[in-house]
T-cell receptor
Framework: AQTVTQSQPEMSVQEAETVTLSCTYD???????LFWYKQPPSRQMILVIR??????QNATENRFSVNFQKAAKSFSLKISDSQLGDAAMYFC????????????????FGQGTILTVHP | ETGVTQSPTHLIKTRGQQVTLRCSSQ?????VSWYQQALGQGPQFIFQ???????GRGNFPPRFSGLQFPNYSSELNVNALELDDSALYLC????????????FGSGTRLTVV
């Protein structure tokens, strides 16, 4: 079974600074997708960034980037120039890729990291 | 483009009762998944529907059941409610396999007393 582990229950950062959130996962699959989701107090899970396992290039979305280390099964999120609106719970998530046939897009989530941004 | 909407936003039920939660998928999405999120935890996969058929289920008992309708909206039904069913229930919709990421609703907060 796939598992996702986030070892940092809480992190804090000063506004405009950079912070890195850690995530490790365990899978026997070779093709899969990894995601970072943000959940603010509004409760809605918002997709931050997505990484395809067969792509060696790290994904980047504006101030958000990942460090994907497939051999180490590590997938960290770097937030640059942190803003007050970045404060939220962040979840790392995994889903296996589908080789065809019936769709099965189960997301396996980590336990989450609460990010606090100080002005 | 509309997002995913869930109703109701909050609900209080008594142990042993039955509850139905509703979800309207984002336009163009044919896959819907349901997740249970206990306070301070990550969401846990309940089940998924693709074109009105259940095509995946997590470790939840049969009293958790669902439906997906031709317009791809969905319901989650829970029978014989237990205190441990108190949680945030999230609905997520996507296209096909969802490998491009799902769009989540804001959830229904269920409290069982």
């Amino acid at each position: 079974a796939q598992t996702v582990t986030q070892s940092q229950p809480e992190m804090s950062v000063q506004e405009a600074e950079t912070v890195t959130l850690s995530c490790t996962y365990d899978t026997s699959e070779s093709d899969y997708y990894l995601f970072w989701y943000k959940q603010p107090p509004s409760r809605q899970m918002i997709l931050v960034i997505r990484q395809e396992a067969y792509k060696q290039q790290n994904a980047t979305e504006n101030r958000f980037s990942v460090n994907f280390q497939k051999a180490a099964k590590s997938f960290s999120l770097k937030i640059s120039d942190s803003q007050l609106g970045d404060a939220a719970m962040y979840f790392c998530a995994y889903t296996r890729a589908n080789a065809g046939g019936t769709s099965y897009g189960k997301l396996t989530f980590g336990q989450g990291t609460i990010l606090t941004v100080h002005p | 483009e509309t997002g995913v909407t869930q109703s109701p936003t909050h609900l209080i039920k008594t142990r042993g009762q039955q509850v139905t939660l509703r979800c309207s998928s984002q336009s163009g999405h044919n896959t819907v998944s349901w997740y249970q999120q206990a306070l301070g935890q990550g969401p846990q996969f309940i089940f998924q529907y693709y074109r009105e058929e259940e095509n995946g289920r997590g470790n939840f008992p049969p009293r958790f059941s669902g439906l997906q309708f031709p317009n791809y909206s969905s319901e989650l039904n829970v029978n014989a409610l237990e205190l441990d069913d108190s949680a945030l229930y999230l609905c997520a919709s996507g296209e096909g396999t969802g490998n491009y990421g799902y769009t989540f609703g804001s959830g229904t907060r269920l409290t069982v007393v």
